[in-house]
């Protein structure tokens, strides 16, 4: 990063800018790196409001955007500077969900298999009687038929047909 930028940040955007370092990203969890990401996305869009607002107002004094171009470049640099962290920052949180994500999934998997595992008999005597047998199978099945689920199913499909190839004209 150039020294000159870091140089002319305030306090509170420096230290920023210090939280996304390798060492201190590594040390968050994922509730924390979100948290981090919305302070610094909301730095940027800051910046950049400032860039676009202050480069559209100097194009009517200077005379054009090229022109004008280079008097705004302070909040240029600092708005590419937030989008660069942003960016670190934004990987850090992929990563996190996705160790989260793997966690739950084996999680999940460990809890699938303790309960296939478990005998009939053990997880027939834990559910209570109700939970046991269903109340009412016939109020899951639809109401009024034309001849069985197959051919529902085959009218369904033929009409989902019809409509794809009427979308794709």
Not at 32 to 61: D, F, P
Not at 149 to 156: E, G, N, P, Q, V
């Amino acid at each position: 990063m150039n020294q000159g930028l870091l140089n002319s940040l305030t306090e509170a955007e420096r230290l920023l800018v210090a939280e996304t370092e390798r060492d201190a990203l590594k040390s968050l969890d994922e509730d924390e790196l979100l948290e981090l990401h919305q302070r610094i996305r909301r730095a940027r869009t800051k910046y950049v409001k400032n860039y676009r607002r202050g480069a559209s107002a100097s194009v009517a004094k200077v005379g054009g955007r090229g022109l004008s171009y280079p008097k705004n470049q302070r909040d240029r640099d600092k708005a590419e500077l937030f989008e660069t962290v942003l960016a670190q920052v934004s990987r850090e949180v992929a990563a996190a969900a996705r160790r989260s994500s793997m966690e739950l999934r084996s999680e999940r998997l460990e809890a699938a298999r303790a309960a296939k595992s478990a005998a009939p008999a053990a997880r027939a005597a834990a559910q209570p009687a109700s939970a046991a047998q269903p109340e009412s199978v016939a109020a899951r099945r639809a109401t009024k038929t034309t001849g069985g689920l197959k051919k529902d199913a085959s009218t369904r499909a033929a009409g989902a047909r019809r409509q794809a190839k009427r979308d794709a004209r």
